[in-house]
T-cell receptor, first 111, second 114 residues
Framework: DVKVTQSSRYLVKRTGEKVFLECVQD?????MFWYRQDPGLGLRLIYF???????EKGDIPEGYSVSREKKERFSLILESASTNQTSMYLC??????????FGPGTRLLVL | QKEVEQNSGPLSVPEGAIASLNCTYS??????FFWYRQYSGKSPELIMS????GDKEDGRFTAQLNKASQYVSLLIRDSQPSDSATYLC??????????????FGQGTILTVHP
């Protein structure tokens, strides 16, 4: 059974804090993705990675960075959290052209 | 113009009816098309994929693709209350890579009432 896990389901942080969101997949997939989902805006791609230590900017990378030191783990970093980064964050993984699987999501509130 | 647009919702249909969800895309070289279902508070799950023009059926679900019109739709026959969810259309462009990103529409909320 495929599995993508995220470190937290809910997170509350203060403005200016550094925030780490972790994602782990057990399917040996090459490709991993970070999205945020906001009402009326749908899913927007922040960053993705197609290999260890490789990363590509998505559509809205500003204010975020990522790290992929191991194939199974893809981390999203908010260097200095701001209130406009309050959102649902979804991690996904995929092998080539195959099905993209999503993690359960992390709902982040920045106060 | 948004890259992927879905018909504005919410869409409400009675149990047993056909629900029709529509999606248009702007990138002519798009090659792969997906429908995801997302229940409230849950993450998206893939329910249909379609790659060539025409219809693809899977149980009560039928995906329809018309590349000339840049249009993809999802029909749900015999709609059930358990089909109530947000449906996301996703499009993958032919960008020469094996990874290629999906672009999602904003989603259509479907409610099936008894």
């Amino acid at each position: 059974d495929v599995k993508v896990t995220q470190s937290s389901r809910y997170l509350v942080k203060r403005t200016g804090e550094k925030v780490f969101l972790e994602c782990v997949q057990d399917m040996d997939h090459e490709n991993m993705f970070w999205y945020r989902q906001d009402p009326g805006l749908g899913l927007r791609l922040i960053y993705f990675s197609y290999d260890v230590k490789m990363k590509e900017k998505g559509d809205i990378p500003e204010g975020y960075s990522v790290s992929r030191e191991k194939k199974e783990r893809f981390s999203l970093i908010l260097e200095s959290a701001s209130t406009n980064q309050t959102s649902m964050y979804l991690c996904a993984s995929r092998e080539g052209q195959e099905t993209q699987y999503f993690g359960p999501g992390t709902r982040l509130l920045v106060l | 113009q948004k890259e992927v647009e879905q018909n504005s919702g919410p869409l409400s249909v009675p149990e047993g009816a056909i629900a029709s969800l529509n999606c248009t895309y702007s990138d002519r070289v798009s090659q792969s098309f997906f429908w995801y279902r997302q229940y409230s508070g849950k993450s998206p799950e893939l329910i249909m994929s379609i790659y060539s023009n025409g219809d693809k059926e899977d149980g009560r679900f039928t995906a329809q693709l018309n590349k000339a019109s840049q249009y993809v739709s999802l029909l749900i026959r015999d709609s059930q209350p358990s089909d109530s969810a947000t449906y996301l259309c996703a499009v993958k462009s032919r960008d020469g890579t094996s990874y290629g990103k999906l672009t999602f529409g904003q989603g259509t909320i479907l409610t099936v009432h008894p």
